[in-house]
Every structure is written in structure tokens, then in C-alpha cells.
């Protein structure tokens, strides 16, 4: 039992002995597979690589190749421009060269011709200088004595020539720039020809039916009274049909009464309280109006960079009038005028056309001073920066100040010429408007007074007072004293009815 034992350990020893050794011998053999695989696929790499690397030594070369070509073409270009290049500088050097040729033998021949001439100067001042001998000799006085007896003769002989042909050239001068300045004044009257419109002093107000009328005038006249009084422009509600007749030499007034009217009409309500808030209304809406007009005025025209002022100047001048003529249309026409005649005298159009649409802005301002129009007109764009030409053409249209530009004579010829136009102006007018002006300021002129509105042609004066600092016996006083001066100081038809008006009013709100 114990042998058995032994021999299975042995056996066992053996074939664990035997185990080690096959498996030795078969690691070995995977080793070595292992390595001749290894070694296989390093062949296939390295033969991939080499195949590789030639193709990409093929690629580059070719692309060399192909560059080296590329810059071989360039260069035989390149050359066979130079070449052309070179035959064209050595043709123009040859021909330099032939040209430098014929000028050196041009030089020479003038080098030549040059000393002849020299030579022939000095045979000619010789002879020059015994021909002048031989003079003096004959003559018995000397060269210089000659020249003077000579240069006198000729000076008076070209005087006496001279003087006549300046009187001629004067007589022709003053005869051609006669026609010619007839010319570019008719040319510029016809060129510019306007129909002129006489402003008169009554509107008519058209209504629908002639019920509207007995509202107008209101209980007892209450209405139409407080119509007048607000806006100074009479009403004439008379037997004729739909209409109503507005009075007032002002225009701006008579504008605003119209505008009035015509809301109060439409609207239905009319009372005291209305009338005063329409007629405050339409004094803000035409003012608004005012600087529409001269806008539009400065944009037709083509004027630009007026000052804001002047511009609503402009536009006031739609509702003023000169002896009857618009005073926004006689300027428009008048620097229409200058613009057409300075541009036939080569004189600066836009400087002209300026002064122009300016020349009686002195016309338009409300306090309107004692100055002359056009003194305060110049004084008028100085203040707001205009060129000193249109300032001195604006003041010198009239004569006042002495014209120191080409502009103002333009514009003082071109005022006559609008002015002088058949029909243009009524000198009745005029003279109307400034008596009833006259009166307004006479009034105004006393202590108190507030508004003063001369109404039925100057047959009366309104005269509206401050409540406060007058009283109702000093409103006597002060219509009795307004009545003395227009009759110690004025001159009118008929008589003058001076009506002073002192209201009170108490206000108070419910909150």
C-alpha cells in the first residue's frame, strides 16, 4: 500500500515535470511565431513607408518640376520683353542722336548768323553815328536838341488827337449806356410783369341767411358792440342781403374780425364771453399765419439764412399796404425786379434779390417810430445780421444815406419801377390810413389808455381805458382832452365822435 503511494507520487512528480517542460517548449515556440509575425508585418510596414515616401518623392518632383517650368516661362517672357524694350531704347537713341545732330548744326549755323548779325549792328552804328554827325554839322544843333524839338511836337499833336477822340468816346460811351440801361429796364419790366391788386380798406363777410344778422348784433347790441371793441373793425350789418360789410384801414385787424366772424357763424354761440375768447383765438392763429406767408415768401424767392425775425417781418408785410399797393407782393415784385436787372449788370443776384424782398421792412414794425422807413428798415437788418451792401441798399432806396454799393441804385430803381406801375398805388389811400393811424396814436398817447380803434372812416375813435387807474370822472377828462388836440392839431371832414370806454369786470371761480 505504502509502494502504491510512493509510485503516484512519483508519477505525478513526473508528469507535473513533464507539464513544465512541454509548456517551455510550446511558450517557445509562440515566442518565436510571435517574433517571425512581428517581423512579418514590420516587412509590410517598412515596404508600405518606402512606397510611400516614393510617391510623395514623385509628387514633389513633378511639382518642382512644374514650378521650375512655370518660372522658365516666366523668365523667357520677361526676356522677350526686355529685348523689345531694348530695341525701342536703341531706336530712340538713334534717333536722339540724329535730332542732337541737326541741332548741333542748327547751333552752328546760329552761332554763325549771330556774329554776321554783330558784325552788320557795328557797320550800321557807325554809320548811325556819322549820319548823326554829319546832321549836326548841316542842322547847326545837336542830336539831343532834335529828339526834344521832335518828342514836344508829337506830344502836343497826340494831345490835341487825344482829346478829341476821348470826347467822342465819351459822347459814344454816355449814348450806348443810355440805350443799353433803357433796354435792361424795359426788358426787366416786361420779364417781370404782375397784376397789381389795390388794398382796400371794407371786406365783405358772406352769411348764409339774414337771421344770422340779429345774432350778430345781439341784444340791444351787445354783441356787435363787444365785437368792435375786442377787435377794432366796424361792422356794417345793413339791407343787404347775406352779407356784412367789415370796416378797418387795417388790414391785420380786419383779417382777424373775418377769421372771427366766420368761427362765431359756424360754431352758432354768440355772446360777449365767446366773441372775447374766438377773438383772442384767431390773434394767436394769425400770427401763426404771419410766419407761414414769410416763410413761404423767403422759399419761392430762393433767399436763404434769414433771421427768424426778419422773416416774420416779411410775412406782416401780406397785411400792410402802401398807398394802397400790398406791400408783400410790391416786394416780392421788386426783388424779382433787382434780380433780373443785376443779372444783366453781372451784379451779385442772390445779395440784390435779398435787399430786394427788405427794402421797406421799416414799414412793418408796430410802434413804427419817427424815423423814416428806411432808416429804421436798415437799422432794422443790421440788428439782425445782413450784409452791409443789402443794409445801405435797403436804407438809401429813399436818398437818406448816401449808396456806397452798385446793389442800391438797383433797388432804388427797381422800387420806382414797381411803383410807378399804371394803377399800382392810390395817394388817397394812403393819406386815409395814416389819419386814422394819426388818431389811434393821439389817443394813446394819454395816461391809461389801453386800446384805441378808429372805426367809421376816423368819424369816431374808440378808446378803451384801464379800470383801475381811471376813474370814471377822468374818463371824461380824458375824452374831452383827446377831442381839444384832434381839433387843435389834426385836419378832418366833418366831425370826430371820441367814445372812451372803462369797464370793470369781477372774476372769481367755483372749485
Same mark, same amino acid.
Given at each position: 500500500?505504502?509502494?502504491?503511494?510512493?509510485?503516484?507520487?512519483?508519477?505525478?512528480?513526473?508528469?507535473?515535470?513533464?507539464?513544465?517542460?512541454?509548456?517551455?517548449?510550446?511558450?517557445?515556440?509562440?515566442?518565436?511565431?510571435?517574433?517571425?509575425?512581428?517581423?512579418?508585418?514590420?516587412?509590410?510596414?517598412?515596404?508600405?513607408?518606402?512606397?510611400?515616401?516614393?510617391?510623395?518623392?514623385?509628387?514633389?518632383?513633378?511639382?518642382?518640376?512644374?514650378?521650375?517650368?512655370?518660372?522658365?516661362?516666366?523668365?523667357?517672357?520677361?526676356?522677350?520683353?526686355?529685348?523689345?524694350?531694348?530695341?525701342?531704347?536703341?531706336?530712340?537713341?538713334?534717333?536722339?542722336?540724329?535730332?542732337?545732330?541737326?541741332?548741333?548744326?542748327?547751333?552752328?549755323?546760329?552761332?554763325?548768323?549771330?556774329?554776321?548779325?554783330?558784325?552788320?549792328?557795328?557797320?550800321?552804328?557807325?554809320?548811325?553815328?556819322?549820319?548823326?554827325?554829319?546832321?549836326?554839322?548841316?542842322?547847326?544843333?545837336?542830336?539831343?536838341?532834335?529828339?526834344?524839338?521832335?518828342?514836344?511836337?508829337?506830344?502836343?499833336?497826340?494831345?490835341?488827337?487825344?482829346?478829341?477822340?476821348?470826347?467822342?468816346?465819351?459822347?459814344?460811351?454816355?449814348?450806348?449806356?443810355?440805350?443799353?440801361?433803357?433796354?435792361?429796364?424795359?426788358?426787366?419790366?416786361?420779364?417781370?410783369?404782375?397784376?397789381?391788386?389795390?388794398?382796400?380798406?371794407?371786406?365783405?363777410?358772406?352769411?348764409?341767411?339774414?337771421?344770422?344778422?340779429?345774432?350778430?348784433?345781439?341784444?340791444?347790441?351787445?354783441?356787435?358792440?363787444?365785437?368792435?371793441?375786442?377787435?377794432?373793425?366796424?361792422?356794417?350789418?345793413?339791407?343787404?342781403?347775406?352779407?356784412?360789410?367789415?370796416?378797418?384801414?387795417? %388790414?391785420?385787424?380786419?383779417?382777424?374780425?373775418?377769421?372771427?366772424?366766420?368761427?362765431?357763424?359756424?360754431?352758432?354761440?354768440?355772446? %360777449?364771453?365767446?366773441?372775447?375768447?374766438?377773438?383772442?383765438?384767431?390773434?394767436?392763429?394769425?400770427?401763426?399765419?404771419?410766419?407761414?406767408?414769410?416763410?413761404?415768401?423767403?422759399?419761392?424767392?430762393?433767399?436763404?439764412?434769414?433771421?427768424?425775425?426778419?422773416?416774420?417781418?416779411?410775412?406782416?408785410?401780406?397785411?400792410?399796404?402802401?398807398?394802397?399797393?400790398?406791400?408783400?407782393?410790391?416786394?416780392?415784385?421788386?426783388?424779382?425786379?433787382?434780380?433780373?436787372?443785376?443779372?444783366?449788370?453781372?451784379?451779385?443776384?442772390?445779395?440784390?434779390?435779398?435787399?430786394?424782398?427788405?427794402?421797406?421792412?421799416?414799414?412793418?414794425?408796430?410802434?413804427?417810430?419817427?424815423?423814416?422807413?428806411?432808416?429804421?428798415?436798415?437799422?432794422?437788418?443790421?440788428?439782425?445780421?445782413?450784409?452791409?451792401?443789402?443794409?445801405?441798399?435797403?436804407?438809401?432806396?429813399?436818398?437818406?444815406?448816401?449808396?456806397?454799393?452798385?446793389?442800391? %441804385?438797383?433797388?432804388?430803381?427797381?422800387?420806382?419801377?414797381?411803383?410807378?406801375? %399804371?394803377?399800382?398805388?392810390?395817394?388817397?389811400?394812403?393819406?386815409?390810413?395814416?389819419?386814422?393811424?394819426?388818431?389811434?396814436?393821439?389817443?394813446?398817447?394819454?395816461?391809461?389808455?389801453?386800446?384805441?380803434?378808429?372805426?367809421?372812416?376816423?368819424?369816431?375813435?374808440?378808446?378803451?381805458?384801464?379800470?383801475?387807474?381811471?376813474?370814471?370822472?377822468?374818463?371824461?377828462?380824458?375824452?374831452?382832452?383827446?377831442?381839444?388836440?384832434?381839433?387843435?392839431?389834426?385836419?378832418?371832414?366833418?366831425?370826430?365822435?371820441?367814445?372812451?370806454?372803462?369797464?370793470?369786470?369781477?372774476?372769481?371761480?367755483?372749485?
Amino acid at each position: 500500500m505504502l509502494d502504491f503511494g510512493l509510485f503516484a507520487l512519483v508519477g505525478l512528480m513526473l508528469g507535473a515535470i513533464a507539464s513544465y517542460f512541454l509548456m517551455q517548449i510550446a511558450s517557445k515556440k509562440n515566442r518565436e511565431s510571435a517574433l517571425r509575425q512581428a517581423e512579418m508585418e514590420g516587412e509590410v510596414i517598412k515596404k508600405e513607408k518606402i512606397i510611400e515616401a516614393k510617391d510623395k518623392f514623385i509628387e514633389l518632383k513633378e511639382q518642382f518640376e512644374e514650378g521650375v517650368s512655370h518660372k522658365e516661362r516666366a523668365l523667357e517672357n520677361l526676356q522677350k520683353k526686355l529685348n523689345v524694350r531694348e530695341f525701342s531704347i536703341n531706336s530712340r537713341l538713334k534717333d536722339i542722336n540724329v535730332q542732337k545732330q541737326r541741332l548741333d548744326a542748327r547751333e552752328d549755323l546760329f552761332e554763325r548768323q549771330n556774329r554776321f548779325l554783330k558784325d552788320k549792328n557795328a557797320q550800321l552804328a557807325d554809320l548811325h553815328v556819322k549820319q548823326v554827325r554829319a546832321l549836326e554839322e548841316i542842322s547847326k544843333i545837336s542830336a539831343e536838341e532834335a529828339g526834344e524839338r521832335l518828342e514836344d511836337a508829337m506830344k502836343a499833336e497826340i494831345r490835341s488827337k487825344s482829346m478829341s477822340y476821348e470826347k467822342e468816346v465819351v459822347e459814344e460811351a454816355r449814348l450806348s449806356a443810355k440805350r443799353q440801361a433803357k433796354k435792361i429796364v424795359l426788358e426787366t419790366i416786361q420779364r417781370i410783369a404782375a397784376e397789381e391788386v389795390i388794398e382796400n380798406s371794407v371786406s365783405v363777410f358772406n352769411i348764409q341767411s339774414d337771421e344770422i344778422k340779429g345774432r350778430i348784433i345781439g341784444r340791444e347790441g351787445r354783441n356787435i358792440r363787444a365785437f368792435e371793441s375786442l377787435t377794432g373793425v366796424e361792422l356794417i350789418v345793413d339791407d343787404t342781403p347775406e352779407s356784412i360789410l367789415l370796416s378797418c384801414f387795417d %388790414p391785420v385787424r380786419r383779417e382777424i374780425a373775418r377769421l372771427s366772424l366766420d368761427v362765431l357763424v359756424k360754431d352758432g354761440r354768440i355772446h %360777449p364771453a365767446r366773441i372775447e375768447e374766438v377773438v383772442a383765438s384767431m390773434n394767436s392763429k394769425i400770427e401763426d399765419e404771419i410766419v407761414e406767408a414769410g416763410n413761404r415768401t423767403v422759399i419761392d424767392l430762393g433767399i436763404h439764412g434769414l433771421h427768424p425775425e426778419l422773416i416774420r417781418m416779411v410775412g406782416r408785410m401780406k397785411y400792410r399796404s402802401s398807398y394802397g399797393q400790398n406791400l408783400l407782393q410790391h416786394s416780392r415784385e421788386v426783388a424779382n425786379l433787382c434780380a433780373t436787372m443785376s443779372a444783366e449788370l453781372g451784379l451779385n443776384v442772390k445779395l440784390a434779390k435779398r435787399a430786394g424782398l427788405l427794402h421797406d421792412i421799416g414799414k412793418v414794425p408796430d410802434d413804427e417810430p419817427e424815423l423814416p422807413h428806411a432808416i429804421l428798415g436798415m437799422k432794422l437788418a443790421e440788428k439782425y445780421g445782413e450784409r452791409a451792401e443789402v443794409c445801405n441798399a435797403i436804407g438809401a432806396h429813399h436818398d437818406e444815406v448816401e449808396m456806397n454799393s452798385l446793389i442800391s %441804385p438797383v433797388v432804388q430803381v427797381c422800387d420806382s419801377i414797381s411803383g410807378a406801375r %399804371p394803377g399800382a398805388r392810390r395817394e388817397v389811400v394812403e393819406s386815409y390810413i395814416r389819419r386814422l393811424k394819426d388818431l389811434e396814436e393821439l389817443a394813446l398817447s394819454h395816461r391809461g389808455v389801453v386800446k384805441a380803434y378808429a372805426i367809421q372812416a376816423g368819424r369816431e375813435l374808440r378808446v378803451m381805458v384801464e379800470s383801475e387807474e381811471v376813474d370814471d370822472i377822468q374818463a371824461g377828462d380824458i375824452s374831452l382832452s383827446i377831442s381839444q388836440k384832434i381839433r387843435d392839431e389834426m385836419t378832418y371832414p366833418g366831425q370826430v365822435k371820441v367814445t372812451v370806454i372803462r369797464e370793470t369786470r369781477a372774476i372769481n371761480f367755483a372749485k
